[in-house]
């Protein structure tokens, strides 16, 4: 590869890279762990919902996502709806995925609402 291609994509990725993408780990960790109340297209239509009091966050929602940081998301995947004074409902996730793996979600959420925050 010539020297000004390379450049021309180590530029291309420069740019594309903070958007982030998420893995199909993420999708997969997402399926398992977040469908039955955020709903299969993330909408907040799982089958949990009858039995709620409280409406799951609808991801697919740009208005509302984009209002949450991606710090916010992250804590709230880690440590449960409470520690950013949501829903009792929404359960802690740290003891099941690493860090990584909630980053990795909050990228896929990002590609649920698209839309972006930053931390």
């Not at 799951?56 to 440590?79: C, N, W, Y």
Request: a positive charge.
């Amino acid at each position: 590869m010539s020297n000004s291609r390379r450049l021309l994509l180590l530029t291309a990725l420069a740019f594309v890279a903070p958007l982030g993408f998420a893995t199909e780990t993420a999708v997969d960790n997402y399926k398992t762990y977040c469908v039955q109340c955020h709903g299969l297209q993330g909408n907040g239509n799982g089958i949990n919902i009858r039995d709620m009091s409280v409406q799951p966050r609808d991801h697919t929602d740009a208005k509302a996502m984009s209002g949450r940081s991606d710090d916010q998301l992250f804590k709230v995947i880690k440590e449960g709806g409470p520690s950013i004074d949501k829903s009792v409902l929404m359960p802690r996730w740290g003891g099941v995925l690493s860090d990584d793996e909630i980053r990795d979600m909050v990228r896929y959420l990002r590609t649920l609402c698209k839309c972006q925050f930053g931390s």
